[in-house]
């Protein structure tokens, strides 16, 4: 069973260009969570999804930043007009569908490392 | 706001020594308590979790971890750590069922030889 996949694990654009970062979750898994890893700090969520809806964005920039999880494919975060401090690891997780109200374990891929030039 | 907070960013120690990394979070309610560690190159993989019962917790590779609900702590503790054990750990809360995860800013341990 495959875990957490991400691509690319390494990313390098310039200024103003968009990024797109994949994640694939663990067969089975429904929920997706993406979160951002800048320089010298800890992992800061940004966004919770299910299949085709947002269910919690609160730590999304407001500006430039989406995300979707569409019913066939993967998750896709996309940056539009990249800036330097959007250099970060973006770290993908999965978990899968809730049963009873319980919390489910989320599973972590490895990561992109996104450089803005 | 919650938060959580790792006092140690990095951390030396000597093989056979003993470990303790503290954790203090800051949220008045119900919590979900997690250790992550990073392996240089390697993914985060869970150490261990607290949700109920037992505040006293144990994980894999000997590592375990308490809760006191008055401190607001989780700190992780190994009696004895080894060469292997060398990676980043990061302490982690969620504050709602099957939401997001808060992380500390991570400690980094060094086991020498």
């Known amino acids: 069973n495959a875990g957490v996949m991400q691509n690319p694990r390494h990313l390098v654009r310039r200024r103003g260009q968009e990024a797109r970062l994949r994640c694939s979750p663990m067969?089975?898994?429904?929920?997706v969570y993406w979160y951002r890893q800048l320089p010298e700090e800890g992992l800061k969520f940004m966004v919770y999804?299910?299949?085709?809806?947002?269910?919690?964005e609160s730590g999304m920039p407001k500006e430039r930043f989406s995300a979707e999880f569409p019913k066939e494919g993967p998750s896709i975060l996309r940056i539009q007009q990249v800036v330097r401090g959007d250099s970060a690891a973006y770290f993908c997780a999965s978990s899968p569908p809730k049963s009873g109200g319980s919390y489910n374990e989320q599973f972590f891929g490895p990561g992109t490392r996104l450089t803005v030039l | 706001a919650q938060s959580v907070s790792q006092h140690n960013h990095h951390v030396i120690l000597s093989e056979a020594a003993s470990l303790e990394l503290g954790c203090n979070y800051s949220y008045g309610g119900t919590v979900n308590l997690f250790w992550y560690v990073q392996y240089p190159g390697q993914h985060l993989q869970l150490l261990l979790k607290y949700f109920s019962g037992d505040p006293l917790v144990k994980g894999i590779k000997g590592f375990e971890a308490e809760f006191i609900k008055s401190k607001f702590s989780f700190n992780l503790r190994k009696p004895s750590v080894q060469w292997s054990d060398t990676a980043e750990y990061f302490c982690a809360v969620n504050a709602q069922q099957g939401g997001k995860l808060i992380f500390g800013q991570g400690t980094e341990l060094s086991v020498k030889p």
């Open positions: 067969k089975g898994h429904s929920h």
């Open positions: 999804l299910q299949k085709e809806n947002i269910i919690d």
